[in-house]
């Protein structure tokens, strides 16, 4: 991490009383972590509402979306 950087978090006052009674926790770690994944999911969703617009991802999508109709018309009927 040479070339992190860093930020600061403000937290409620109940949070941090909670979080004073946890010193065994490594907050920074927690928040480290926390923000990477959120970074990640917005990250796959920008790229899954990009590939969408690729025709071939669409071809895909109208292919698996008939197979499930056929399937569901066909339980529907039993």
């Known amino acids: 991490m040479a070339d992190a950087k860093k ?4 937290v409620p006052a109940e949070l941090r009383q909670i979080m004073d009674g946890h010193p065994e926790v490594n907050w920074t770690a927690v928040f480290r972590e926390a923000i990477r994944r959120h970074a990640e999911a917005a990250d796959l969703a920008r790229r899954i509402v990009e590939e969408q617009s690729d025709p071939r991802v669409q071809a895909i999508a109208a292919s698996v979306k008939r197979g499930v109709g056929k399937k569901f018309r066909q339980a529907r009927a039993k």
Not at 7 to 10: A, L
Request: glycine share 0%.
């Open 7 to 10: 930020f600061t978090f403000e």
